[in-house]
């Protein structure tokens, strides 16, 4: 028994560490997005199924012994993809579709080695069950739930902010040679103990439960597929709507896992009769809050009401999923059935949902057809009482509360919208405050719950600049500082909708890097700062792809201002504020005056000490720029100026403006190998 749990636990321990840090390695050459994320989760659902796919079929239709050496052979060779980390010809040129790019490179970097620890848990199982017939298998499948659980929380808080990203993949890369020995050696020894187990059939009760049936595979399929389907629906939601807070993307997934470890665990933690009640209570409150609050809730009511939701409802789902588990000779079958839902729920949320719908409508679906999943086996299980026969009634009372609400949070968020759009970097609103001839009215750029940018609709003022770019502004400051000079050239690393480019007049040059094509298009379409410029005889560039990788490939464009300005709704991608990058904006800057402009407002993130020790590597001077004004057209803002221009520094509005910057103690200096969000959360 040691044995397989040693093996089932190294393997689950290896499958879900590598997930994040193949993620942060792929993050950075993405964009930084959400979606980065969801795909990898995509890909990493099928593999498991191309797992679980191989155990059930090498279990029933092959020998144990050839089994075995088939299995060796395979773990032999996939020390061939050691050590995992991706080549740098993976690196996108912009203009290609990056879900696809993302599958190839995980599938040549880690693809083998995950495939095989994925066959690991219901291979080993099976490799129990068959010489251990009277053990209790499935608390294997709840062992290695826990180990991939252990695997998810160790990650952010004793791996990430103490070892280097390259470090992390030899790790791993030498825990799986552990690995592959640890699982021949279990495979040899299951094929003894069979051996044995064989000689004794005689005296062994013959396992004569009935097969599963077609509505068996059915509702194994249907309630793992909600159960993932949920996971991902509920990331979505809270990183993109509450707050796009990295660590938000591994806290459904926990819950997600222990949801599996209690109900696969064998002690009877899920019980109907329970959970019924609380199920109906979280998804009503779910719909309703979604309703009120238009989806964007406080930080501090949103997260526990998700995390809280998200557990009810995995535990209905897994819960019922265990109640079904067949007898330990159909357990690959079974293993493979739920492995197939869990694909299908990600796939609907990953790939198909971008296509068809323009904003996160999934969450919403997903929390009315829950209900009506529950009402469907209320009714399928009606016992003899009177309260018994109630409960459907109450879940289909239920449902229609649910889908009200729903319903009219989906035509909520359409109805203000001038424009509603979604892609693989996130969705996209654009919003009038009131009609063109108001002088109040605005129309805004929102990606999740940010505001990218807004502008007056009336003629007389639609020329303003606004919100986090005023001339109160660090970067305003910065601008207008070398326009006193002459014409100026401006690099910005995101486009929003393209305010800085207000700043433009006969001469100027503003050059924007843009990820996201769906944003070049909607500020030249939508808003007036691009072409309101280019009349006034400025030139206005727009690059497509990531910024970085961008500007590596191109020659030294000699900025006056260099602004950094990129995020994902609220959070900048790590991978523009590293040692490495900075280089990089060095390269393009006029090496004795130009300025690199850090836009570091954010809600959640201590940024500034950031940039600053970057800075202090270089010997660069550091200034904050702090922006309080958030009367009229402003937005609060912070801005860390990074140059070597003196003059700029101890210019009167720039130096009236200047903060201190408070240390964060034992900061280790962000690389492109090393970077800590931990200990900059605020």
Not at 183 to 198: E, K
Not at 265 to 275: A, L, V
Not at 347 to 372: D, Q, S, W
């Amino acid at each position: 028994m040691i044995l397989y749990a040693l093996t089932i636990f190294t393997s689950a321990f290896l499958l879900f560490l590598v997930q994040p840090i193949m993620a942060k390695q792929v993050l950075p050459w993405f964009g930084g997005s959400a979606a980065v994320w969801t795909v990898c989760m995509v890909f990493f659902q099928f593999l498991l199924l191309f797992g679980y796919a191989y155990s059930d079929f090498t279990t029933r239709k092959m020998t144990p012994r050839n089994q075995l050496i088939l299995h060796a052979v395979l773990l032999t060779l996939s020390l061939i993809s050691l050590p995992i980390i991706p080549d740098a010809t993976w690196k996108p040129a912009g203009d290609e579709d990056p879900t696809w790019r993302i599958l190839g490179l995980l599938t040549f970097t880690i693809g083998l080695p995950y495939f095989l620890l994925s066959t690991t848990g219901p291979l080993v199982q099976a490799w129990f069950a068959r010489a251990h017939s009277s053990g209790t298998v499935y608390r294997l499948f709840a062992l290695s739930n826990f180990a991939s659980l252990l695997a998810l929380i160790s990650y952010p808080f004793a791996v990430e902010p103490w070892v280097t990203t390259r470090v992390q993949s030899f790790g791993w890369s030498a825990g799986y040679v552990v690995f592959v020995v640890v699982c021949i050696c279990a495979g040899v020894y299951s094929l003894r103990a069979h051996t044995a187990a064989q000689s004794e059939a005689t005296t062994q009760k013959v396992d004569d439960s009935p097969p599963p049936t077609w509505a068996h595979y059915g509702m194994w399929l249907l309630l793992s597929a909600m159960g993932s389907f949920m996971l991902l629906a509920v990331t979505n939601h809270i990183t993109h709507d509450v707050a796009s807070v990295p660590f938000l993307w591994l806290l459904p997934l926990t819950i997600y896992l222990i949801t599996f470890i209690l109900c696969f665990e064998g002690r009877g933690w899920y019980k109907r009769i329970y959970f019924i009640g609380p199920l109906i209570v979280v998804v009503c409150a779910l719909a309703w809050f979604m309703h009120e609050e238009g989806g964007i809730m406080d930080f501090k009511v949103a997260v526990p009401l998700f995390s809280v939701g998200l557990f009810v409802m995995c535990m209905f789902f897994h819960g019922e999923l265990a109640a079904m588990k067949p007898a330990p000779r159909y357990l690959t079958t079974f293993f493979l059935m739920v492995s197939l839902g869990g694909a299908l729920g990600g796939v609907v949320v990953g790939f198909i949902a971008p296509k068809f719908f323009n904003t996160y409508y999934e969450f919403g679906i997903g929390l009315v057809f829950t209900l009506l999943l529950a009402a469907w086996l209320a009714l399928s299980n009606v016992a003899h009482s009177q309260l018994a026969r109630l409960v459907p009634m109450v879940l289909l009372m239920a449902t229609g509360f649910t889908g009200f609400h729903v319903y009219h949070y989906i035509h909520a968020l359409s109805n203000d919208a001038r424009l509603m759009s979604r892609n693989f970097y996130g969705t996209l609103r654009v919003k009038d405050t009131g009609p063109d001839t108001s002088e109040t009215a605005m129309r805004r750029l929102m990606h999740g719950v940010i505001m990218h940018g807004e502008q007056y609709l009336h003629k007389d003022k639609r020329g303003r600049i606004t919100t986090y770019y005023t001339e109160s502004s660090g970067v305003g400051l910065a601008v207008k500082y070398f326009q006193a000079s002459g014409a100026t050239r401006v690099g910005v690393v995101g486009l929003g909708t393209g305010t800085i480019a207000g700043y433009g007049r006969n001469g100027d040059v503003t050059r924007f890097y843009e990820i996201n094509p769906q944003v070049i298009e909607i500020a030249r379409r939508d808003f007036n700062y691009i072409s309101d410029s280019i009349e006034r005889k400025g030139q206005v560039d727009t690059v497509l792809g990531d910024a970085r990788l961008t500007m590596e490939r191109e020659a030294p464009q000699q900025y006056d201002v260099l602004a950094i300005d990129a995020f994902s709704s609220d959070a900048i991608p790590v991978h523009l504020i590293t040692k490495e990058a900075m280089a990089i904006y060095l390269k393009h800057i006029k090496p004795d005056t130009g300025v690199v402009a850090f836009h570091v407002t954010n809600r959640f993130l201590k940024l500034a000490p950031v940039v600053e020790q970057i800075a202090k590597t270089y010997d660069l001077q550091v200034a904050l720029v702090s922006d309080d004004d958030t009367g009229g057209d402003a937005s609060r803002t912070d801005w860390v100026l990074v140059t070597r221009n003196k003059k700029l520094l101890a210019d009167k509005k720039i130096k009236e403006n200047t903060s201190e910057i408070s240390p964060i103690p034992r900061l280790r200096l962000w690389t492109d190998d090393f970077n800590n969000l931990v200990q900059i959360l605020k």
